[in-house]
């Protein structure tokens, strides 16, 4: 059963999504002797020459289905046809211009937190695998856009961010379309009084991160970015505190901090030292990283915990940029390496071969693990260096062929086989991945079962990056 299919409806607005199904990479800390002849770990499997999947198609539709997500006033060349305009007096509650950004998910509300996190997850895959996009890298710059363009919106006041547009409890009570939608706009903020470091953090990385990626396209709206980012990253770190303290009754259950704020302190800092090159923030993660958790053996990564991501990102400035005061970082890196390993004790997969984390919405950790593989092994083909795991040596060819095929899963590569919807549903949101199979590769296809129907834009964010690396190496761009 593909997980990226052609049509699905999703939960709570009723339109039809065209899916993926995706994978999830677990921990490990012993490597059990048997490990060694995992076939993904065989030194001579090597990718085949004929693709079984066309990747440069689910990267299409990976990008469009951000249209699909759109919040605002749309514009003249939307490809999602179906959809119209909506929530154009977001923000006037409070009496500010809200107007814009993404719907996280099936709903029609707009999560700050997650919707940063999509963000810089967009900008990070263009970062590493845009020259290879082809005619999609302008699609990818354009999601990345509308997702900034209400980021700046946000953070348009000196130490307040506007983190919430709309009642969760009230909208995910009526199932509508948002262009029908008449549940209320309430409008959610941080500020000094009632931080949120965690958001505020994300907002900065998603922030700096973008302003990577128009540096050279829209050099103007690149320093509006970065500058933007410095000030809200000042925001998160001197007003220190959680926003599931300050808004727990709103954020909570849907979109709590459960990691914490430290994760996103260092990764804010690890982007905005990449974005500015401003000496400050590599001493900031020099004094601040292992206060910050950059050593904690938590591989989970995600919208909520960016250890493992910071991690992975920094020990890029080491291997390739010979940053030679993060050396840690490599081993850091490495420990998450070590924690997927098939066959390792920590490293959990389905029967057919997914990895798994969690029941709820897996496949958003299987592409973001899927895409840290994929710029691990970059960043360690560059500097010729492997990752050694209790012995066993893990080239970067390994980490490629352990992305490979939890993406071929998630395409159709996976013991159902078969497209999810059977019964006509009004609007195809194309590209959409819903949050997949369980522990045992099953997938109940049902729309009240959210857990594991609903997309997200936090899953797709990170297969733009693998699916462009994936479609380039088998010659499809």
């Known amino acids: 059963m593909a997980f990226f299919v052609s049509s699905i409806t999703t939960l709570f607005s009723l339109f039809t999504i065209t899916c993926i ?86 709903d029609n509300v707009k999560f700050g937190f997650p919707m940063a996190f999509t963000i810089t997850m967009l900008s990070w895959s263009v970062l590493e695998f845009g020259g290879l996009m082809k005619g999609e890298l302008q699609n990818a710059r354009e999601a990345i856009r509308w997702g900034t363009d209400y980021l700046l919106k946000a953070t348009a006041y000196p130490n307040t961010i506007f983190v919430q547009v709309g009642d969760a409890k009230k909208d995910h009570a009526c199932w509508e379309r948002p262009e029908d939608m008449d549940t209320p706009r309430s409008v959610f903020k941080i500020d000094a009084n009632n931080p949120g470091s965690e958001v505020a953090a994300e907002t900065a990385a998603a922030l700096a991160a973008a302003s990577l990626v128009f540096r050279r396209s829209d050099p103007m709206y690149s320093k509006i970015l970065a500058r933007r980012a410095i000030k809200v990253f000042q925001f998160a770190d001197k007003y220190r505190g959680s926003y599931s303290n300050a808004l727990k009754p709103v954020v909570c259950p849907y979109y709590c901090s459960y990691s914490g704020y430290q994760d996103e302190l260092l990764w804010g800092a ?51 940029q010979k940053e030679q005061s993060l050396h840690d970082y490599k081993g850091h890196a490495d420990n998450f390496v070590c924690s997927l390993i098939p066959g390792s004790s920590s490293a959990e997969y389905t029967p057919g071969g997914l990895l798994f984390k969690m029941s709820d919405s897996n496949m958003q950790y299987v592409t973001s693990t899927s895409f840290l593989l994929l710029a691990y092994a970059k960043y360690l083909t560059s500097s010729h260096t492997v990752v050694n795991c209790g012995g066993t040596t893990v080239t970067p060819n390994m980490l490629r062929r352990i992305a490979k095929k939890q993406v071929d899963y998630l395409l159709g590569d996976n013991p159902l086989k078969m497209s999810y919807s059977q019964s006509p549903n009004p609007n195809i949101l194309v590209g959409a991945i819903v949050g997949g199979p369980d522990l045992h590769d099953r997938f109940p296809d049902q729309r009240s079962d959210y857990e594991q129907s609903e997309p997200a834009t936090y899953i797709n964010a990170p297969l733009v990056g693998t699916l462009a690396y994936l479609a380039h190496s088998f010659g499809q761009l």
């Not at 059990?32 to 693709?51: D, E, G, R, S």
């Not at 923030?281 to 915990?305: H, K, M, P, R, S």
Request: net charge neutral.
């Open 270 to 320: 690890a982007w905005l030292h990449k974005a500015t090159k401003n000496p400050m923030y590599l001493n900031y993660i020099q004094v601040n990283g292992q206060i910050l958790g950059a050593a904690e053996y938590d591989n989970t990564f995600g919208w909520d915990n960016k250890h493992v991501g910071a991690r992975i990102l920094l020990s890029k400035e080491f291997l390739v």
């Open 21 to 106: 199904s995706i994978v999830i990479l677990p921990h490990c800390d012993a490597f059990p002797l048997h490990y060694n002849h995992h076939p993904l770990l065989h030194p001579h499997h090597h990718h085949p020459h004929i693709a079984s999947h066309n990747y440069r198609d689910a990267l299409t539709k990976s990008i469009m289905f951000f249209e699909g997500q759109r919040s605002g006033k749309l514009p003249p060349n939307q490809r999602m046809s179906w959809r119209r305009d909506s929530g154009l007096y977001d923000g006037s509650a409070l009496h500010v211009d809200l107007v814009g950004g993404y719907y996280d998910a099936g």
